[in-house]
């Protein structure tokens, strides 16, 4: 019998030779992997950094998401980023560290889900660069770049009174989806289970992703609108950003980077959510990880792509935190954190 | 009595808070810290681009490295690659993942080491962008970029037969101060000690500290000659590289990309270890981690800033890997790692 090939036994520079080839090449690469350092061409003069880490436990479960999944969501979850702020996103660098006896094929299909993810949701971008390294804890470190196309970026801090509050995407899908994957779990409804008990089952996840295909993909391998970051900053867009701790934290975030608040309509929040649960309405406000943009736009904008006004910009009172719903403070949680009781920063 | 402040009791927005006023500002940033990403400005319309891990365990000890070597060597290593593309290093993106009860203090001095490592080494770089996470593993990420300033950048690969070769910075003096930090620690004899055996001891590590310093923070807080990255390109250079794993791998790394051997001169080599200690050669030939620069430039060459020859550039034999040491081919050690056996991939 052939014992397999890991990190450990192959080494950094043969495990990169056979992970190379599979990475998606950049359009705008000049020199990529195999230097010191990468050469990117950024004909604006400007370029659109973000950088996220993904940890195995507090990010991700290897029970649940695939390596695939796993290239995918890291991917997406950058290039949302890029897409927030009005960019197209041109190129990753991706440092993976894993432990010794991680087989070459995980990492390989971990390159195929880079590829994959690129190729679905930013065609022209892909990887120049990166790093691998040996640890305890898998880790997953992405920087993306991004073009600004001569537009200035939309940040966080440029929504005015009577704005159009606008989504692009889908609201609380990835938090359904992780909400089935905990539930798939037996001891799940532990509340204050230890971190122990609360290990992921690889099978009942497993027969969870044949029953709820759709839900568990919008955790584990989720499709952000990323064309529409551009088409948001065509259309005129005051402030955007990437939906990644909850519509509720994530539209208090802008509203107090823009001096105002978001009044959001729940009847239009909850017509984001795209499958049967009776408590839609909570998923959409509070669930984490969809990675959907929310913008903000003039009144009267035609809205771009595939946003849809889900409230409107209002004077911040004296006392408002920044988000109310149909005219109401929302109070019912400062955000979204599935693992705070766990780790205690969601990051 | 007042408990400390950690990573889990106060988050990871208001440990930003604390974070961000200390970090330094990079002369090209258009938008800092506090959006979706970053936005860096490129007049040169292209962009240099490098990532680096480090792990606790096979990159670094927290018995041995304060967190302000931490962020110094975090800084200082990512600099040298940029350098070695003949680019300038403008700003750095920086993730870092602990565990939850890792105290305020030890990321804020970790910022300082960022700081501070930044002011000596590349005064115009600074910090545009970065995240927090928690992690069983203390984990940093840097990206590091750079300008080129309208040159073409300096690859591995434009080595020709007739040049010199020539490095800036030490030789050998950072792996003398792991050999030393390794010899302080009682069990370090034991050649195939368990990981468990092999814990470094932080009180010898301090008293070594008073007793080498130089050569202890030649390791822990390398200072690698930056500036004499521009200063190669400017003056020719053909090829370059950072020595990051040490002169005989990174060289026959650079020959091997060139299609030429590299014929280094041992005493001339041995001039660049600035310790006494009677395996000096052996340390400037296998020693790792000094971030020095390896060059080649045309035969005739005034060398710049802190360069000196060590060598020359020959045609590679049939049966050669590319490093000869005074003609002679150098096949002591395919490369340096002196945690091979730890870890298996020292990255």
Redesign the interface.
């Known amino acids: 019998m052939t014992l397999p090939e890991t ?3 192959l ?2 520079s043969q495990v990169l030779a056979r992970i190379f080839p599979r990475l998606p090449a950049a359009a705008r690469e ?2 990529g992997p ?20 993904m ?1 195995h ?3 991700f479960r290897l029970a649940w998401s695939t390596p695939h999944d796993l290239g995918w969501k890291a991917a997406a979850s950058n290039l949302a ?2 897409a ?2 009005g ?1 197209v996103p041109t ?1 990753l ?3 993976l ?1 894993a432990p ?1 006896d991680t087989e070459v094929a995980f990492l390989e299909a971990f390159a195929d889900g880079l590829r994959d993810g690129c190729a679905a949701l930013a065609p022209d971008c892909g990887v ?10 898998l ?1 997953i ?1 992405v ?4 073009d ?1 196309e001569g537009r200035a ?1 939309v ?2 801090s440029g929504a005015r009174p009577g704005d159009i509050v606008a989504v692009s995407g889908v609201l609380g899908a990835a938090a359904f989806g992780l909400e089935l994957l905990f539930a798939s779990t037996a001891d799940a409804s532990t509340a204050d289970a230890s971190t122990a008990d609360r290990e992921p089952d690889a099978t009942a996840a497993a027969a969870l992703k044949l029953e709820h295909p759709a839900a568990v993909a919008a955790q584990l391998a989720p499709h952000p609108p990323i064309a529409d970051g551009k088409a948001a900053a065509l259309a005129g867009a005051t402030a ?3 939906l990644s701790d909850g519509l509720a934290i994530d539209s208090r975030r802008l509203a107090l ?1 823009s001096g105002v608040a978001l009044d959001l309509s729940a009847a239009a929040v909850a017509q984001g959510f795209p499958f049967d649960a009776p408590h839609d309405a909570r998923l959409c406000l509070d669930g984490g990880e969809d990675h959907s943009l929310l913008a903000t736009f003039p009144a009267g904008t035609n809205l771009p792509g595939g946003f849809r006004a889900i409230g409107s910009v209002v004077d911040l009172a004296d006392d408002g935190d920044g988000i109310l719903v149909d005219g109401t403070p929302y109070l019912a949680r400062s955000g979204w954190d599935p693992y705070a009781g766990w ?5």
Chains 1, 2 share one sequence.
């Open positions: 990190l450990g036994t080494g950094e000049l020199l195999g230097d010191d350092a990468a050469v990117l061409s950024v004909p604006d003069g400007r370029v659109v950094i973000t950088t996220d880490m940890i436990g507090p990010d980023d890029v927030a702020m960019a190129a660098v991706v440092a560290a010794a120049v660069g990166g790093d691998l390294s040996v640890s305890a804890t880790t470190a920087t993306a770049f991004g600004l970026p940040t966080r955007m950003l990437d980077a780790d205690g920063v969601a990051g």
